[in-house]
């Protein structure tokens, strides 16, 4: 019989205290095994603090394309004790530690970074394995359970690396723990040394000296294993070809990449994690080049720009404002006068900005709302993952206003979901919540180079002229509630806006035939936006199409979703869909009823508390979920975590399960 | 289209009814920015007028000019941005004391910070007029206007003082009866380069019974010599007051700041108008933008192409992906 190649999968993962280099060496790993020829996916988990507190970054590997992390570890790298204490129960059998030898007496007791009830836990299973408390004990642990140990003498490597350097100070040496341990993991499962060249090159940015200097320190820990320890890891990660063109990115840099391209050139910010990264790295890239122009096409040119003597380079704007009251009306602003505008923020950057939310759905002013959701309520959980606020955006407001909520599942989507934000925000002449979240913003993903030949920028009824001589209306009544735009400063183009109900002019008017005609003009927009937008840029599909069987969800949860469902198939389990919601508002309850309306069970997954998509859906399509996995501890699913959830309703049927995993 | 026809003041007017109570001092304040604008040939396309939230928000519907009307104190926010988009419009803000002072005081102290080269006019009446007369942020401690139950127990922020710690290079007073004096105040705004602020002290004859134009006026102190009424505001720059900055030195701009704060603090029987202190010599928001990326000043936001005829993207991201790409 055939057997289908199983899948090969690698679970790395590093810790160490924050400020301490976690994330760059995880970089280093992933871009180095990517390099080597593999897909990967790495999650970073943080506290909400800048030195001291625990880190970890998680990087799977694989042999074809992986959406998500695994429960399971194969290989931990560590270079202080607080690591080995909290994730070496998580290294399956066959798998490996790389620790620091000097630290085996550390004490469970002495470290003030672990919480409580995790030192109970870690303690609990120490007694249960009849050991005592010191780190010694939890290798010793781990050891019966037929985990490879590798102890690296990091003091000594450290010293010997300074000789072949010359360099004597070892506060400088010392910073190349992080990546001693990344080339230690490199040795065992028996990867390319050379790779790790080019890791370092990404992971530093091209800082000539720090690159040499590291891969120095990586040989010297590349030569200890070699001597020292049996080259019998049994995953091993050899050179292989990749067939793709793939680039190594997180959410925030393909979101703002993606914003460059769709052309916005306003974007504002207040500092808030997980969004501040995209802002801040639009701003590290502000200037950028211009395509040159090919034959028969020209560049459009504002006529705003007449006479002008243009720089040959682009430029995007992003500004810093005071509190995200300011951050959103300055993307308002900015679009009045003509400019595709975004602001970026997470939830309770977006409290604020609901007041300019409501302005600009009042003026009908385009502008792209990016939120990298994280865990709420209030500050909640400033560096960590949820979904928790889908029905937040939807219902912002007060009053009504016509709006759209999307959300993208993965990079290469939230890369195109961006620039359609914009056009669908300029078509339709409303605000446009485009909906990310932690697990995105700060996940690393090998995705193929996003291909733009089929990008177009639809600017809707923007007027790209002067208009001498014609009498114009700003609130215009039309057949399909969109009216004309014009940018400040057009001749003949003058307007009103106001935040009170108002005329075509856009003057303020309390009467009350006016009042029902404007509103009926501002949110029949939501019906003209459910039939223009097409069916595939509202949901996508997966799975079994004929399924009794759906999993209904929305946002990043697409990745653990999908790589369950490919262990599932593996597993025998059959006649399974996926029903991904794209756009949330207006809500496709068509398409919902088309695919769902028959579904013997609708499953719905998602990272919060309530299950909110499946409320709307409820609310708009008349469709119950009739299963609920959720999740809400602030770390995003693992595919595995999905595959057992789903095991547990697809098996017992059970109505709603917590999902309560990750460290 | 060039300027054929002399602009004047009719050319910035609207038809629409103005709500204003009768003999409310914003109508002084509207006709001095009409007229400025005027003076100044500055076609209405090219000028965007900012409002918040409040009566005195309601004056760009009455001019004819881009007119937003925003949200309660936020006219700040908006009005930079447009500028920044658009360095060739003319910019102005306008709103309450309520507004500018207080729901809008985060905005007020930020935009100090950038110098961007808009103006401000905050209309300061001491009340929240739209909501029948509350105490507004500029009314003194133990005032009660007419409509307080009871005297006012916070203090007043002094604007001109807040204006010139929080970094405006131009702060100026006026008074909205005196609307040439107003005008010639909107008009230096206007032209100075960065950003300017103008306290316009606004009589509210409905629901300020203390601060009224006779108070102003002076009417009830009469010059036992002239049996006149001596009026409390006097024009700064008729005293030989000077408040520029002339040379770029951190002592000259000190002592400027110092005078002007202290000057500021005039009121009662002398109340000062005119410009209380001008610093031409920070660097504007674009100038600073400039140091970064030189291209801000050639390609405005506004003035850039995004797409070309055939609605392509044109920026060039090739490089950005290259830093990302995995190299075997
Ligand atoms: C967020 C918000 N809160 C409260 C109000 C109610 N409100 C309308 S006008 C106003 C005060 C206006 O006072 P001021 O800014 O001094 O303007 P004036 O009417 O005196 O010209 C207030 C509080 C509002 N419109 N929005
Ligand atoms: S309430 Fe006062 S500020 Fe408002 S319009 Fe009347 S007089 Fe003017
Ligand atoms: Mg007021």
Request: proline share 5%; with cysteine; charged share 25%.
């Amino acid at each position: 019989m055939h057997e289908p190649k199983k899948k090969f999968v690698f679970s790395w993962m590093i810790g160490g205290a924050q400020g301490s280099g976690v994330d760059s060496s995880a970089n280093l790993f992933a871009y180095s095994i990517a390099s080597a020829g593999y897909y990967v996916f790495g999650k970073r988990e943080y506290y909400s603090n800048i030195k001291g507190e625990h880190s970890y970054f998680n990087v799977v590997a694989s042999d074809s394309q992986v959406r998500s992390t695994v429960d399971n570890v194969h290989l931990l790298a560590s270079f202080d004790a607080e690591t080995v204490f909290r994730h070496a129960w998580e290294v399956e059998e066959g798998g490996g530690i790389v620790f620091d030898a000097t630290l085996e007496n550390e004490r469970l007791r002495n470290i003030p970074t672990i919480e409580e009830r995790v030192k109970e836990d870690i303690a609990q299973r120490l007694k249960n394995d009849s050991l005592g408390e010191t780190l010694g004990d939890v290798l010793e642990s781990a050891r019966r359970r037929g985990v490879r140990l590798y102890p690296i003498p990091y003091m000594d490597l450290i010293k010997k690396t300074g000789e072949i350097l010359g360099e004597k100070q070892l506060t400088l040496l010392m910073r190349m723990v992080n990546t001693m341990a990344v080339a230690a993991s490199f040795a065992i499962i028996g990867a390319d040394i050379n790779r790790l060249h080019r890791g370092l090159s990404y992971a530093f940015r091209a800082k000539r000296a720090v690159v040499d200097m590291n891969f120095t320190a990586c040989k010297v820990v590349y030569d200890y294993f070699k001597s020292n320890f049996p080259d019998d890891f049994p995953i091993r990660v050899p050179n292989r070809q990749l067939s793709e063109d793939l680039i190594l990115v997180n959410g925030t840099t393909i979101v703002g990449i993606a914003k460059i391209v769709a052309g916005c050139r306003v974007q504002t910010y207040y500092p808030i994690t997980p969004a501040a990264d995209e802002s801040v790295y639009l701003e590290d890239k502000q200037v950028f080049s211009l395509n040159a122009t090919s034959d028969g096409d020209e560049y459009e040119y504002p006529h705003l720009a007449e006479n002008k003597e243009l720089s040959d380079k682009g430029h995007i704007l992003v500004f810093q404002s005071e509190d995200e009251l300011a951050a959103i009306d300055m993307a308002i602003g900015a679009s009045l006068a003509g400019v595709r505008a975004a602001t970026s923020t997470s939830g309770p950057g977006f409290s604020l900005m609901v007041e300019g939310l409501g302005w600009a759905g009042m003026n009908e002013v385009p502008v792209v709302i990016t939120i990298y959701q994280r865990g709420g309520p209030s500050t909640g959980l400033p560096t960590r993952h949820e979904q928790g606020d889908l029905l937040f955006t939807v219902f912002a407001g007060h009053g009504e206003i016509p709006r759209i909520v999307m959300a993208s599942g993965d990079m290469l989507e939230a890369f195109y979901d961006t620039i359609k934000a914009f056009n669908y925000a300029e078509k339709f002449q409303v605000p446009v919540v485009h909906l990310l979240d932690k697990s995105l913003a700060n996940s690393t993903h090998t995705i193929p180079v996003p291909a733009l030949d089929d990008v177009l920028l639809d600017r809707g009824l923007l007027i790209n002229e002067h208009l001498d001589g014609k009498t114009y209306k700003r609130f215009q009544f039309t057949e399909t509630g969109i009216s004309p735009r014009v940018p400040l400063g057009t001749r003949g183009g003058i307007f009103w806006n106001t935040g009170d109900e108002h005329d075509e002019l856009g003057h303020i008017s309390e009467d009350p035939i006016i009042r029902t005609k404007m509103m009926d003009k501002r949110m029949s927009k939501l019906q003209v936006i459910r039939e223009s937008i097409p069916p595939n840029e509202k949901v996508a599909i997966y799975g079994d199409s004929d399924a009794k069987d759906w999993i209904v969800s929305w946002g990043s949860t697409k990745g653990p979703i999908l790589d369950a469902l490919e262990m599932l198939e593996e597993e025998g389990y059959s006649s399974i869909g996926f029903m991904q919601f794209k756009i949330l508002y207006p809500f496709p309850s068509e398409l919902a009823l088309e695919t769902l309306q028959g579904a013997r069970r609708i499953i719905d997954v998602e990272q919060n508390y309530s299950g909110q998509m499946g409320k709307l859906m409820a609310m708009e399509a008349g469709l119950r979920p009739t299963n609920l996995v959720v999740k809400y501890n602030g770390r995003p699913f693992t595919s595995t975590e999905v595959r057992d959830g789903l095991k547990e309703v697809l098996s017992r049927n059970i109505k709603r399960i917590v999902m309560n995993r990750g460290g | 289209m060039t300027v054929t026809q002399r602009l004047t003041m009719a050319h910035f007017r609207t038809p629409i009814f103005n709500d204003w109570c009768p003999g409310c001092g914003d109508f002084g304040i509207l006709s001095s920015i009409q007229m400025a604008l005027a003076e100044l040939q500055i076609e209405p396309h090219r000028v965007a007028v900012f409002s918040g939230i409040g009566c005195s928000s309601k004056t760009p519907h009455y001019i004819n000019a881009y007119g937003i009307h925003t949200v309660h104190g936020r006219p700040l926010p908006f009005a930079l941005a447009a500028k920044l988009a658009n360095p060739d419009l003319t910019v102005l803000a306008v709103g309450g004391d309520g507004d500018g002072l207080g729901i809008g005081a985060g905005h007020f102290v930020n935009t100090g910070r950038r110098n961007i080269d808009i103006t401000y006019i905050l209309f300061d009446n001491g009340v929240y007029g739209l909501t029948k007369g509350q105490a507004s942020p500029t009314l003194r401690r133990g005032l009660k206007t007419k409509a307080l139950p009871r005297p006012n127990i916070n203090d007043a922020v002094n604007p001109i003082a807040l204006a010139i710690v929080s970094g405006y290079t131009f702060v100026a007073r006026g008074y909205a009866y005196d609307t040439r004096h107003l005008k010639e105040l909107i008009k230096q705004g206007i032209l100075h380069r960065g950003t300017s602020f103008i306290q316009v002290l606004q009589p509210c004859p409905t629901y300020n019974d203390l601060f009224t134009k006779e108070w102003y006026a002076g009417e009830d102190r009469i010059d036992p010599q002239t049996n006149k009424p001596m009026p409390r505001i006097y024009k700064l720059e008729e005293t030989g007051y000077d408040g520029e900055v002339k040379n770029p030195s951190e002592e000259e701009e000190i002592a400027k700041i110092t005078e002007a704060i202290k000057k500021s603090y005039d009121w009662g029987d002398r109340i000062p108008i005119g410009v209380f202190y001008k610093n031409p010599h920070v660097p504007t928001y674009d100038q600073r933008i400039a140091t970064i990326a030189p291209q801000y000043l050639q390609s405005a936001p506004a003035w850039q192409p995004v797409r070309s005829k055939s609605l392509r993207p044109v920026a060039d991201v090739s490089s950005l992906f290259d830093e990302l790409r995995v190299k075997p």
